[in-house]
């Protein structure tokens, strides 16, 4: 039985290159290689994308809640490829099956379950499934595929 690795907030701002108000991934419980992992995205008020989306009716866009999965998905190869502190960048290259359930919104824990559909240690380009759901309900599902750049200056 494989252990299962966990990144926490000050992991995850080690691989990604998103910072504040674009970092959208708190922590990352269960790390299975480059297999699977579970993310969870506590969604608060303060996030600025809901003084527009919408006054008075806060809904978390569905951009962000896949941006969430990516951020993810990212944080999943990292830790499992010891990327830390690499100045690595992600880069969507397409979005598919992309389906909205739910509405998300502030005071929702938001967990997001990754798999890896194509993608091994060293490649560029990786393709992921994912769901977001809200207390076992499903908000979205997608698959997504990224490319992994390694070649950025890392981050002061």
Known sequence: MTKLLAADIQRIQRILPHRYPFL???RVVEIDGTRSATGIKNVTMNEPHFQGHFPGHPIMPGVTI??????????MVGTAMELEDRG???YFMGIDKARFRRKVVPGDVLEMRLETLRG??????WKFAGTAAVGGEIAAETEFSAMMDLSAEPAA
């Open 120 to 125: 091994k240690p060293g490649g560029k380009v």
């Open 88 to 90: 690595m960048l992600i």
């Open 24 to 26: 959208l991934v708190d």
């Open 66 to 75: 896949v941006e969430a999965m990516a951020q993810t998905a990212a944080v």
